[in-house]
């Protein structure tokens, strides 16, 4: 159990319909990153957010966004959701925000039918 | 072209073999290089990771970087059933503070 906590863990919904994905982070974990895989593109880097501030930004397309509240724990929402946003959504913590020693959660399934 | 490039196997080895598995990328900024494993069903968990060139060793696994040809490479002795799962390199860009996934290697160990 890495400690990262992901809600919902599986959530089938519709095309052009929204959706919010929520993680909390491990105790102590000021950053929180989003992670999207898919089977044809792997493992891509969506967005970063340390203490409430985003501090990088990835592949994120823009009908999604994400915050961090004051308790730490993010969400990432989904808007206007299209086949192919289909995936495995994972959060990940980081007692570091500067070495790439991320904590995963064990992913958000997100099938859009 | 892909920042990281790994080949996705899968590969299939005998319980007790010595695996091999390799990645390579283009971006000169990385300097961390991790790799992660993730079992099916479930997120990536970090193995070990390396600063810059040079090797690093523990217990089993041994991760080696040669900046100068931008290899990556993850060494398993003595491999178990439980080794079997995807290995993932994940070089960390410091400028843009984000892990860059290699595809994965799917490693299957036969008992």
């Known amino acids: 159990d890495s400690g990262v906590t992901q809600t919902p863990k599986h959530l089938i919904t519709a095309t052009g319909q929204r959706v919010t994905l929520r993680c909390s982070p491990r105790s102590g974990d000021l950053s929180v990153y989003w992670y999207q895989q898919s089977l044809d593109q792997g493992l891509q880097f969506l967005i970063q957010y340390y203490n409430g501030e985003e501090r990088a930004k990835g592949n994120i397309l823009e009908r999604f966004s994400a915050q961090q509240f004051p308790d730490l724990h993010s969400e990432l929402n989904l808007s206007s959701l299209e086949l192919g946003d289909s995936a495995l959504y994972f959060c990940?913590?980081?007692?570091?925000?500067?070495?790439?020693?991320?904590?995963f959660g064990e992913g958000s399934r997100l099938t859009v039918l | 072209q892909k920042e990281v490039e790994q080949d996705p196997g899968p590969l299939s080895v005998p319980e007790g073999a010595i695996v091999s598995l390799n990645c390579t990328y283009s971006?000169?900024?990385?300097?961390?290089f991790m790799w992660y494993r993730q079992y099916s069903r479930k997120g990536p968990e970090l193995l070990m990771y390396t600063y810059s060139s040079g090797n690093k060793e523990d217990g089993r696994f041994t991760a080696q970087v040669d900046k100068s040809s931008k290899y990556i490479s993850l060494f398993i002795r003595d491999s178990q059933p439980s080794d079997s799962a995807t290995y993932l390199c994940?070089?960390?860009?410091?400028?843009?503070?984000?892990?860059?996934f290699g595809s994965g290697t799917r490693l299957q160990v036969q008992p």
């Open positions: 994940a070089p960390w860009d410091t400028g843009r503070r984000a892990l860059t």
């Open positions: 971006n000169s900024a990385f300097q961390y």
């Open positions: 990940a913590s980081s007692p570091s925000p500067g070495t790439g020693e991320l904590f």
